[in-house]
């Protein structure tokens, strides 16, 4: 299994970055899909999910109304739309499948 992260980088506050994850190893279309992150010195926090099917997504509070998550099951990869950008989304952002955890991509949010 593998779960691959990309797009992540150093971003203004108040931009836009979309990461991607590249799954395989696994049948992506049965699973419901999350993103994941971990600032520095804080625990993980679930960002935001999406069922199988992509029709139903959920978030947490603190991206709501900027971060929309997206899946492309033919590609069999997972997106993450992020706008608005604040210093404090800066992490290192991980897609899951709930059983497994890919290699995660930096978000930096600096002026």
């Known amino acids: 299994v593998q779960l691959q992260a990309s797009g992540g980088g150093l971003v203004q506050p108040g931009g836009s970055l979309r990461l991607s994850c590249a799954a395989s190893?696994?049948?992506?279309?049965?699973?419901?899909m999350s993103w994941a992150r971990q600032a520095p010195g804080k625990g993980p926090e679930w960002v935001s999910a999406i069922n199988n099917g992509g029709g139903s997504e959920y978030y947490a509070d603190s991206v709501k109304g900027r971060f929309t998550i997206s899946r492309d099951n033919a590609k069999n990869t997972l997106y993450l739309q992020m706008n608005s950008l604040k210093p404090e989304d800066t992490a290192v952002c991980y897609c899951t499948n709930g059983l497994w955890w890919g290699k995660g991509t930096q978000v930096t949010v600096s002026s």
């Open positions: 190893g696994f049948t992506f279309g049965s699973y419901d």
